[in-house]
Protein backbone atom coordinates (compact mmCIF):
# COMPACT_ATOMS: atom_id res chain seq x y z
CA UNK A 1 0.00 0.00 0.00
CA UNK A 2 3.22 2.15 0.76
CA UNK A 3 3.12 4.35 -2.31
CA UNK A 4 6.58 4.11 -4.47
CA UNK A 5 9.01 7.28 -2.82
CA UNK A 6 7.12 10.44 -4.20
CA UNK A 7 9.08 13.12 -5.74
CA UNK A 8 10.20 15.17 -2.39
CA UNK A 9 11.78 18.21 -3.30
CA UNK A 10 14.40 19.99 -0.98
CA UNK A 11 15.65 23.69 -1.85
CA UNK A 12 14.30 23.28 -5.16
CA UNK A 13 16.00 19.97 -5.99
CA UNK A 14 14.36 16.44 -6.36
CA UNK A 15 15.80 14.21 -3.80
CA UNK A 16 16.77 10.74 -3.45
CA UNK A 17 14.88 8.75 -0.84
CA UNK A 18 16.33 5.49 -2.73
CA UNK A 19 16.37 2.69 -0.10
CA UNK A 20 15.03 5.32 2.96
CA UNK A 21 13.29 3.78 5.45
CA UNK A 22 9.18 4.62 6.41
CA UNK A 23 10.88 5.20 9.70
CA UNK A 24 12.77 8.14 8.95
CA UNK A 25 12.14 11.37 10.31
CA UNK A 26 12.64 14.68 8.37
CA UNK A 27 15.23 16.04 10.21
CA UNK A 28 17.52 12.48 9.61
CA UNK A 29 17.04 12.90 5.90
CA UNK A 30 18.36 16.31 5.76
CA UNK A 31 21.43 16.16 7.77
CA UNK A 32 22.17 12.45 7.03
CA UNK A 33 20.98 11.29 3.93
CA UNK A 34 21.23 14.78 2.40
CA UNK A 35 23.92 16.37 4.24
CA UNK A 36 21.84 19.43 4.63
CA UNK A 37 23.33 20.34 7.85
CA UNK A 38 22.02 23.34 8.66
CA UNK A 39 19.28 22.11 10.13
CA UNK A 40 19.68 21.71 13.76
CA UNK A 41 18.62 18.92 16.56
CA UNK A 42 18.23 20.56 19.42
CA UNK A 43 15.84 17.84 21.44
CA UNK A 44 13.81 15.98 18.97
CA UNK A 45 11.32 16.37 21.39
CA UNK A 46 9.44 19.31 19.46
CA UNK A 47 10.38 21.31 22.33
CA UNK A 48 13.05 23.93 20.71
CA UNK A 49 12.31 24.63 17.18
CA UNK A 50 15.60 24.50 15.94
CA UNK A 51 14.70 21.93 13.52
CA UNK A 52 12.35 23.64 11.86
CA UNK A 53 11.81 23.62 8.66
CA UNK A 54 8.98 24.67 5.88
CA UNK A 55 6.89 22.40 3.95
CA UNK A 56 5.05 23.70 1.21
CA UNK A 57 5.80 27.19 3.00
CA UNK A 58 4.52 26.28 6.17
CA UNK A 59 7.09 26.19 9.23
CA UNK A 60 7.32 22.61 10.63
CA UNK A 61 9.23 20.49 13.11
CA UNK A 62 11.25 18.55 10.94
CA UNK A 63 12.26 16.05 14.39
CA UNK A 64 8.72 15.23 14.95
CA UNK A 65 7.58 14.65 10.94
CA UNK A 66 7.49 11.30 8.93
CA UNK A 67 9.71 12.03 5.64
CA UNK A 68 7.52 9.19 3.95
CA UNK A 69 4.86 11.99 5.36
CA UNK A 70 5.51 14.58 2.80
CA UNK A 71 5.98 12.96 -0.14
CA UNK A 72 5.43 15.29 -2.86
CA UNK A 73 6.15 18.84 -0.58
CA UNK A 74 8.53 21.21 -0.87
CA UNK A 75 10.99 21.15 1.91
CA UNK A 76 12.79 24.46 2.29
CA UNK A 77 15.74 24.71 4.69
CA UNK A 78 18.28 27.44 6.11
CA UNK A 79 20.14 25.72 3.32
CA UNK A 80 18.28 27.11 0.86
CA UNK A 81 18.59 30.59 1.64
CA UNK A 82 20.25 32.06 -1.52
CA UNK A 83 16.95 30.28 -3.42
CA UNK A 84 14.47 31.58 -0.90
CA UNK A 85 14.27 35.76 -0.83
CA UNK A 86 12.18 35.69 2.62
CA UNK A 87 14.51 33.56 4.17
CA UNK A 88 17.25 35.45 2.71
CA UNK A 89 15.65 38.37 4.04
CA UNK A 90 15.33 37.50 7.48
CA UNK A 91 18.88 35.95 7.92
CA UNK A 92 20.37 38.83 6.68
CA UNK A 93 18.25 41.12 9.70
CA UNK A 94 19.27 38.98 12.12
CA UNK A 95 23.19 39.21 11.00
CA UNK A 96 22.43 43.23 11.06
CA UNK A 97 20.91 43.06 14.29
CA UNK A 98 23.00 40.68 15.61
CA UNK A 99 20.26 38.42 16.97
CA UNK A 100 22.81 35.22 17.51
CA UNK A 101 25.67 34.39 19.48
CA UNK A 102 26.69 30.76 19.22
CA UNK A 103 24.38 30.50 16.32
CA UNK A 104 22.81 27.12 17.27
CA UNK A 105 18.81 28.54 17.12
CA UNK A 106 19.24 30.53 14.72
CA UNK A 107 18.23 28.45 11.42
CA UNK A 108 15.31 27.31 13.45
CA UNK A 109 13.98 31.06 14.29
CA UNK A 110 15.12 32.38 10.84
CA UNK A 111 12.85 29.55 8.94
CA UNK A 112 9.78 29.80 11.25
CA UNK A 113 10.09 33.71 11.27
CA UNK A 114 10.14 33.61 7.19
CA UNK A 115 7.37 30.66 7.38
CA UNK A 116 5.35 33.32 9.26
CA UNK A 117 5.96 36.76 7.37
CA UNK A 118 4.83 33.92 4.42
CA UNK A 119 1.83 33.13 6.26
CA UNK A 120 0.57 36.73 7.27
CA UNK A 121 2.56 38.58 5.38
CA UNK A 122 4.35 42.15 6.69
CA UNK A 123 1.69 43.84 7.76
CA UNK A 124 1.42 40.92 10.91
CA UNK A 125 1.51 43.14 14.07
CA UNK A 126 4.84 42.62 15.71
CA UNK A 127 3.42 41.12 18.64
CA UNK A 128 1.77 38.48 16.59
CA UNK A 129 5.09 37.28 15.00
CA UNK A 130 6.88 37.56 18.25
CA UNK A 131 3.62 35.16 19.84
CA UNK A 132 4.37 32.85 16.43
CA UNK A 133 8.24 32.83 17.43
CA UNK A 134 7.47 31.21 21.44
CA UNK A 135 8.25 27.77 20.23
CA UNK A 136 11.88 28.65 19.50
CA UNK A 137 14.06 28.67 22.69
CA UNK A 138 17.43 30.19 22.10
CA UNK A 139 20.26 29.58 25.31
CA UNK A 140 22.26 32.77 24.75
CA UNK A 141 21.25 35.75 23.25
CA UNK A 142 18.73 36.46 26.15
CA UNK A 143 15.73 37.42 23.49
CA UNK A 144 16.39 40.81 23.02
CA UNK A 145 18.08 40.95 19.96
CA UNK A 146 16.16 38.45 18.29
CA UNK A 147 13.35 40.58 18.90
CA UNK A 148 15.29 43.50 17.64
CA UNK A 149 15.87 40.93 14.35
CA UNK A 150 12.34 40.42 14.41
CA UNK A 151 11.32 43.77 13.94
CA UNK A 152 13.90 44.17 11.18
CA UNK A 153 12.81 41.27 8.94
CA UNK A 154 9.12 42.82 9.37
CA UNK A 155 10.52 46.59 8.43
CA UNK A 156 12.72 45.21 5.46
CA UNK A 157 9.67 42.67 4.31
CA UNK A 158 7.64 44.24 1.18
CA UNK B 1 12.87 1.87 18.31
CA UNK B 2 12.70 -0.71 15.89
CA UNK B 3 11.35 0.39 12.29
CA UNK B 4 8.24 0.29 11.08
CA UNK B 5 6.52 -0.04 7.58
CA UNK B 6 3.98 3.18 6.84
CA UNK B 7 0.69 2.51 5.25
CA UNK B 8 -0.58 4.85 2.90
CA UNK B 9 -4.50 4.04 2.43
CA UNK B 10 -5.99 6.17 -0.38
CA UNK B 11 -9.68 5.67 0.99
CA UNK B 12 -11.45 5.37 4.41
CA UNK B 13 -12.93 2.04 2.95
CA UNK B 14 -9.08 0.67 2.37
CA UNK B 15 -7.88 2.26 6.13
CA UNK B 16 -10.79 0.47 8.02
CA UNK B 17 -9.54 -2.75 5.71
CA UNK B 18 -5.78 -2.31 6.30
CA UNK B 19 -7.34 -1.65 10.30
CA UNK B 20 -9.44 -4.91 10.36
CA UNK B 21 -7.06 -7.18 8.53
CA UNK B 22 -4.10 -6.83 11.13
CA UNK B 23 -6.62 -6.97 13.85
CA UNK B 24 -4.10 -9.35 15.74
CA UNK B 25 -1.08 -7.03 15.55
CA UNK B 26 -3.28 -3.82 14.76
CA UNK B 27 -1.11 -1.15 13.47
CA UNK B 28 -0.70 2.46 15.01
CA UNK B 29 -2.31 5.01 13.57
CA UNK B 30 -0.80 8.70 12.69
CA UNK B 31 -2.27 11.64 12.00
CA UNK B 32 0.19 14.69 12.33
CA UNK B 33 2.51 12.38 14.88
CA UNK B 34 3.57 15.15 17.23
CA UNK B 35 2.27 12.67 20.22
CA UNK B 36 2.76 8.82 18.38
CA UNK B 37 6.17 9.95 17.13
CA UNK B 38 6.99 10.58 20.63
CA UNK B 39 5.75 7.35 22.29
CA UNK B 40 7.58 5.56 19.65
CA UNK B 41 10.58 7.05 20.60
CA UNK B 42 9.95 6.26 24.37
CA UNK B 43 9.32 2.88 23.67
CA UNK B 44 5.65 3.09 24.89
CA UNK B 45 4.50 2.47 21.49
CA UNK B 46 6.68 -0.31 19.23
CA UNK B 47 4.49 -1.04 15.84
CA UNK B 48 5.64 -2.93 13.26
CA UNK B 49 2.93 -1.41 10.61
CA UNK B 50 1.66 2.50 11.17
CA UNK B 51 -1.17 3.59 9.22
CA UNK B 52 -0.99 7.05 8.13
CA UNK B 53 -4.51 8.49 7.58
CA UNK B 54 -2.90 11.55 5.02
CA UNK B 55 -4.66 10.63 1.84
CA UNK B 56 -7.67 10.60 3.96
CA UNK B 57 -10.88 13.34 2.80
CA UNK B 58 -10.99 14.61 6.27
CA UNK B 59 -8.69 17.53 6.19
CA UNK B 60 -12.38 19.67 5.97
CA UNK B 61 -13.86 22.48 8.15
CA UNK B 62 -17.90 23.19 7.55
CA UNK B 63 -20.26 25.11 9.04
CA UNK B 64 -23.62 24.15 8.40
CA UNK B 65 -27.09 25.56 10.28
CA UNK B 66 -24.53 26.78 12.94
CA UNK B 67 -22.87 23.88 13.73
CA UNK B 68 -19.26 23.39 12.94
CA UNK B 69 -17.66 20.12 11.72
CA UNK B 70 -14.13 19.85 12.26
CA UNK B 71 -12.25 16.92 10.05
CA UNK B 72 -10.31 14.97 12.14
CA UNK B 73 -7.20 15.43 10.06
CA UNK B 74 -7.17 19.04 9.52
CA UNK B 75 -4.34 20.70 11.11
CA UNK B 76 -4.86 22.69 14.15
CA UNK B 77 -3.35 26.01 12.56
CA UNK B 78 -5.87 25.64 10.09
CA UNK B 79 -8.88 25.31 12.50
CA UNK B 80 -7.10 28.58 14.22
CA UNK B 81 -7.06 30.24 10.98
CA UNK B 82 -10.88 29.90 10.18
CA UNK B 83 -12.33 33.85 11.25
CA UNK B 84 -15.69 32.40 12.00
CA UNK B 85 -14.23 30.26 14.39
CA UNK B 86 -12.43 33.09 16.20
CA UNK B 87 -15.80 35.00 15.82
CA UNK B 88 -18.35 32.78 17.11
CA UNK B 89 -16.18 29.96 19.32
CA UNK B 90 -13.95 32.09 20.89
CA UNK B 91 -13.08 30.16 23.39
CA UNK B 92 -12.23 26.92 21.09
CA UNK B 93 -9.58 29.67 19.43
CA UNK B 94 -7.91 30.46 22.31
CA UNK B 95 -7.81 26.39 23.36
CA UNK B 96 -6.73 25.37 19.75
CA UNK B 97 -4.25 28.19 20.50
CA UNK B 98 -2.76 27.26 23.01
CA UNK B 99 -1.72 24.37 21.59
CA UNK B 100 2.45 23.76 21.15
CA UNK B 101 3.34 26.38 18.94
CA UNK B 102 3.31 27.13 15.35
CA UNK B 103 5.36 24.75 13.63
CA UNK B 104 3.92 21.88 15.42
CA UNK B 105 0.22 23.03 14.93
CA UNK B 106 0.75 22.66 11.57
CA UNK B 107 0.99 18.98 11.42
CA UNK B 108 -1.07 18.25 14.87
CA UNK B 109 -4.65 17.60 14.61
CA UNK B 110 -7.84 17.59 16.81
CA UNK B 111 -8.49 14.02 16.27
CA UNK B 112 -4.67 12.93 17.26
CA UNK B 113 -5.27 15.23 20.32
CA UNK B 114 -8.42 12.98 20.85
CA UNK B 115 -6.88 9.77 20.04
CA UNK B 116 -4.07 10.66 22.82
CA UNK B 117 -6.66 12.04 25.50
CA UNK B 118 -3.93 13.86 27.55
CA UNK B 119 -5.11 14.68 30.80
CA UNK B 120 -3.78 17.82 30.01
CA UNK B 121 -5.00 18.02 26.59
CA UNK B 122 -6.05 22.23 26.14
CA UNK B 123 -8.69 20.72 23.57
CA UNK B 124 -10.58 18.45 25.65
CA UNK B 125 -11.56 20.65 28.73
CA UNK B 126 -13.31 23.24 25.42
CA UNK B 127 -14.69 20.74 23.15
CA UNK B 128 -16.40 19.04 26.62
CA UNK B 129 -17.97 22.80 27.42
CA UNK B 130 -19.06 22.83 24.07
CA UNK B 131 -21.05 19.46 24.10
CA UNK B 132 -18.81 18.45 21.31
CA UNK B 133 -19.20 14.62 19.54
CA UNK B 134 -17.20 13.14 17.61
CA UNK B 135 -17.98 10.94 14.90
CA UNK B 136 -16.38 7.71 14.04
CA UNK B 137 -16.31 4.94 11.53
CA UNK B 138 -15.76 1.74 11.56
CA UNK B 139 -16.57 -2.19 9.77
CA UNK B 140 -19.39 -2.07 11.80
CA UNK B 141 -20.83 1.65 10.00
CA UNK B 142 -20.75 4.88 11.60
CA UNK B 143 -21.46 6.03 15.29
CA UNK B 144 -20.97 9.29 17.11
CA UNK B 145 -20.45 9.92 21.04
CA UNK B 146 -20.01 12.63 22.91
CA UNK B 147 -16.45 13.42 24.01
CA UNK B 148 -17.52 13.28 27.72
CA UNK B 149 -18.43 9.37 26.60
CA UNK B 150 -15.40 9.25 24.42
CA UNK B 151 -12.67 10.16 26.68
CA UNK B 152 -11.56 8.24 29.38
CA UNK B 153 -8.05 8.54 30.47
CA UNK B 154 -4.65 9.00 29.23
CA UNK B 155 -4.43 7.13 26.51
CA UNK B 156 -7.69 5.43 27.29
CA UNK B 157 -10.88 6.11 25.08
CA UNK B 158 -13.71 4.50 23.47
CA UNK B 159 -12.15 4.29 20.20
CA UNK B 160 -12.33 0.45 19.22
CA UNK B 161 -9.00 -0.86 17.75
CA UNK B 162 -10.36 -1.35 14.03
CA UNK B 163 -11.99 2.17 14.31
CA UNK B 164 -11.15 5.53 13.47
CA UNK B 165 -11.93 9.05 14.10
CA UNK B 166 -13.83 10.70 11.31
CA UNK B 167 -14.63 14.45 12.54
CA UNK B 168 -15.85 16.09 15.50
CA UNK B 169 -19.23 18.37 15.75
CA UNK B 170 -19.57 21.19 18.00
CA UNK B 171 -23.02 21.98 17.24
CA UNK B 172 -23.54 25.81 18.20
CA UNK B 173 -21.89 28.61 18.25
CA UNK B 174 -21.47 29.76 21.94
CA UNK B 175 -19.79 32.61 23.21
CA UNK B 176 -16.55 31.18 25.57
CA UNK B 177 -13.46 31.59 26.64
CA UNK B 178 -10.29 29.39 27.56
CA UNK B 179 -7.88 30.16 30.48
CA UNK B 180 -4.50 27.61 31.55
CA UNK B 181 -1.23 28.56 33.95
CA UNK B 182 2.03 27.51 32.66
CA UNK B 183 5.24 27.84 33.32
CA UNK B 184 6.08 28.85 29.97
CA UNK B 185 3.51 30.21 27.52
CA UNK B 186 4.71 27.24 24.25
CA UNK B 187 5.51 24.09 24.52
CA UNK B 188 4.71 23.12 27.87
CA UNK B 189 1.72 21.54 29.67
CA UNK B 190 -1.24 23.11 31.66
CA UNK B 191 -0.65 23.38 35.14
CA UNK B 192 -4.75 24.11 34.81
CA UNK B 193 -6.86 25.21 32.39
CA UNK B 194 -10.85 26.25 32.61
CA UNK B 195 -13.34 26.26 29.72
CA UNK B 196 -16.57 28.18 30.21
CA UNK B 197 -19.08 28.27 27.27
CA UNK B 198 -23.10 29.73 27.28
CA UNK B 199 -25.45 28.26 25.41
CA UNK B 200 -27.82 30.78 23.71
CA UNK B 201 -29.98 28.35 22.97
CA UNK B 202 -30.12 26.67 26.44
CA UNK B 203 -29.18 29.57 28.31
CA UNK B 204 -27.03 27.63 30.64
CA UNK B 205 -23.30 27.58 31.04
CA UNK B 206 -20.96 25.09 30.94
CA UNK B 207 -17.58 24.64 32.74
CA UNK B 208 -15.02 22.27 32.14
CA UNK B 209 -11.52 22.04 34.12
CA UNK B 210 -8.34 20.72 32.31
CA UNK B 211 -5.27 19.88 33.84
CA UNK B 212 -5.28 16.99 35.98
CA UNK B 213 -5.54 12.98 35.91
CA UNK B 214 -7.17 11.08 34.80
CA UNK B 215 -9.05 13.56 32.18
CA UNK B 216 -10.31 17.12 31.79
CA UNK B 217 -13.99 17.17 33.64
CA UNK B 218 -17.01 18.96 33.45
CA UNK B 219 -18.24 20.29 36.49
CA UNK B 220 -22.24 20.30 36.11
CA UNK B 221 -23.03 21.97 39.39
CA UNK B 222 -20.88 24.72 39.35
CA UNK B 223 -22.40 25.74 35.91
CA UNK B 224 -25.50 25.49 37.46
CA UNK B 225 -24.81 27.68 40.02
CA UNK B 226 -24.03 30.41 37.10
CA UNK B 227 -27.09 30.91 36.53
CA UNK B 228 -28.70 31.94 33.03
CA UNK B 229 -27.07 34.99 31.94
CA UNK B 230 -24.15 36.75 32.90
CA UNK B 231 -23.88 36.22 36.71
CA UNK B 232 -23.44 38.97 39.22
CA UNK B 233 -20.12 39.05 41.26
CA UNK B 234 -21.43 36.90 44.59
CA UNK B 235 -22.74 34.30 42.27
CA UNK B 236 -19.39 34.00 40.50
CA UNK B 237 -17.13 34.21 43.70
CA UNK B 238 -19.26 31.07 45.20
CA UNK B 239 -19.20 29.47 42.26
CA UNK B 240 -15.56 29.72 42.08
CA UNK B 241 -15.32 28.37 45.41
CA UNK B 242 -17.47 25.48 45.17
CA UNK B 243 -15.34 24.48 41.77
CA UNK B 244 -11.74 24.81 43.99
CA UNK B 245 -13.50 22.10 46.02
CA UNK B 246 -14.94 20.10 43.04
CA UNK B 247 -12.44 19.06 41.52
CA UNK B 248 -10.41 16.04 42.05
CA UNK B 249 -6.57 17.00 42.41
CA UNK B 250 -3.05 16.01 44.08
CA UNK B 251 0.09 17.43 43.76
CA UNK B 252 2.70 16.18 41.18
CA UNK B 253 5.83 17.89 39.94
CA UNK B 254 4.25 20.60 37.75
CA UNK B 255 1.99 22.42 40.89
CA UNK B 256 0.99 21.49 44.35
CA UNK B 257 -2.93 20.84 44.90
CA UNK B 258 -3.35 23.50 46.97
CA UNK B 259 -1.86 26.12 44.03
CA UNK B 260 -3.79 24.21 41.51
CA UNK B 261 -7.21 24.83 43.36
CA UNK B 262 -6.33 28.77 43.68
CA UNK B 263 -5.59 28.39 40.09
CA UNK B 264 -9.15 26.77 39.69
CA UNK B 265 -11.43 29.55 41.37
CA UNK B 266 -9.15 32.36 39.79
CA UNK B 267 -9.30 31.72 36.39
CA UNK B 268 -12.86 30.28 36.35
CA UNK B 269 -13.55 33.69 37.36
CA UNK B 270 -11.69 35.20 34.53
CA UNK B 271 -13.64 33.39 32.07
CA UNK B 272 -16.93 33.99 32.74
CA UNK B 273 -15.89 37.50 33.11
CA UNK B 274 -14.28 37.00 30.02
CA UNK B 275 -17.38 35.82 28.49
CA UNK B 276 -19.13 38.81 26.42
CA UNK B 277 -23.11 37.42 26.55
CA UNK B 278 -24.24 40.01 24.04
CA UNK B 279 -20.86 40.05 21.42
CA UNK B 280 -20.87 37.38 18.77
CA UNK B 281 -21.59 33.53 19.06
CA UNK B 282 -25.15 34.68 19.93
CA UNK B 283 -27.44 33.86 17.39
C1 LIG C 1 6.34 20.02 22.01
C2 LIG C 1 4.92 19.59 22.15
C3 LIG C 1 4.00 20.47 22.73
C4 LIG C 1 2.66 20.10 22.87
N1 LIG C 1 1.82 21.00 23.44
C5 LIG C 1 0.52 20.66 23.61
C6 LIG C 1 -0.38 21.57 24.23
O1 LIG C 1 0.00 22.69 24.59
N2 LIG C 1 -1.67 21.20 24.41
C7 LIG C 1 -2.11 19.99 23.97
O2 LIG C 1 -3.30 19.71 24.13
N3 LIG C 1 -1.29 19.10 23.38
C8 LIG C 1 0.01 19.41 23.19
N4 LIG C 1 0.87 18.50 22.61
C9 LIG C 1 0.38 17.17 22.24
C10 LIG C 1 0.01 16.97 20.75
O3 LIG C 1 0.70 17.84 19.91
C11 LIG C 1 -1.49 17.14 20.53
O4 LIG C 1 -2.17 16.20 21.30
C12 LIG C 1 -1.89 16.96 19.06
O5 LIG C 1 -3.20 17.47 18.88
C13 LIG C 1 -1.85 15.54 18.59
O6 LIG C 1 -2.27 15.48 17.23
P1 LIG C 1 -1.47 14.61 16.14
O7 LIG C 1 -2.27 14.68 14.89
O8 LIG C 1 -0.07 15.02 16.04
O9 LIG C 1 -1.57 13.18 16.82
P2 LIG C 1 -0.84 11.79 16.45
O10 LIG C 1 0.45 11.72 17.15
O11 LIG C 1 -0.84 11.57 14.99
O12 LIG C 1 -1.87 10.80 17.14
C14 LIG C 1 -2.09 10.77 18.54
C15 LIG C 1 -2.88 9.54 18.92
O13 LIG C 1 -4.19 9.58 18.35
C16 LIG C 1 -4.40 8.51 17.44
N5 LIG C 1 -5.11 9.10 16.29
C17 LIG C 1 -4.76 10.21 15.60
N6 LIG C 1 -5.69 10.51 14.69
C18 LIG C 1 -6.65 9.56 14.78
C19 LIG C 1 -7.88 9.31 14.08
N7 LIG C 1 -8.33 10.15 13.11
N8 LIG C 1 -8.61 8.25 14.43
C20 LIG C 1 -8.18 7.42 15.42
N9 LIG C 1 -7.04 7.60 16.12
C21 LIG C 1 -6.29 8.65 15.81
C22 LIG C 1 -3.03 7.98 17.11
O14 LIG C 1 -3.07 6.62 16.82
C23 LIG C 1 -2.26 8.25 18.39
O15 LIG C 1 -2.51 7.25 19.32
C24 LIG C 1 2.22 18.84 22.43
C25 LIG C 1 3.13 17.96 21.84
C26 LIG C 1 4.46 18.32 21.70
C27 LIG C 1 5.41 17.36 21.05
S1 LIG D 1 14.90 19.26 17.59
FE1 LIG D 1 12.91 19.47 16.79
S2 LIG D 1 11.97 20.82 18.19
FE2 LIG D 1 13.92 20.49 19.10
S1 LIG E 1 22.40 31.94 19.86
FE1 LIG E 1 23.03 30.24 21.01
S2 LIG E 1 21.14 29.17 21.31
FE2 LIG E 1 20.52 30.99 20.40
Redo the contacts between chains.
Keep these: MTPPPGPLRVNGRPADLTGMPDSERLLDTLRWRLALKGTKEGCRTGDCGACTVLVDGRSTLSCLTLTREVDGSDVTTIDGAADDAEIARVSRAFAAAGALQCGYCTPGFVVALAGLLKERGSSAPVEELLDGLQGNLCRCTGYAAIVRGVALARAEAP | ?1 T ?7 ASVE ?1 AVA ?1 LRAGAADPPAV ?1 AG ?2 DL ?2 D ?2 DGRVDPRR ?1 L ?1 L ?1 RLPWRSLDWTDGALTVGSTLPL ?1 SLEDDPEVRRRLPGLWQAVHAV ?5 R ?2 ATLGGNLGRAAPASDLVPMLLALDAEVDLVGPRGDRRLSVDAFVRASRRTALLPDELIRSVRIPESRPSAYLWQRVR ?3 DISQIAVGVAFSPRERRWSVAVGGMPPRPALLAEVAHDLGDATPDDGVLRAAAVRASRAVSITSDQRASEEYRRRLVATLLLRAVRAVPLDGEGRP
Design positions: MGFELLVPEAIGTLLIDVSRRGSVALHRPAN
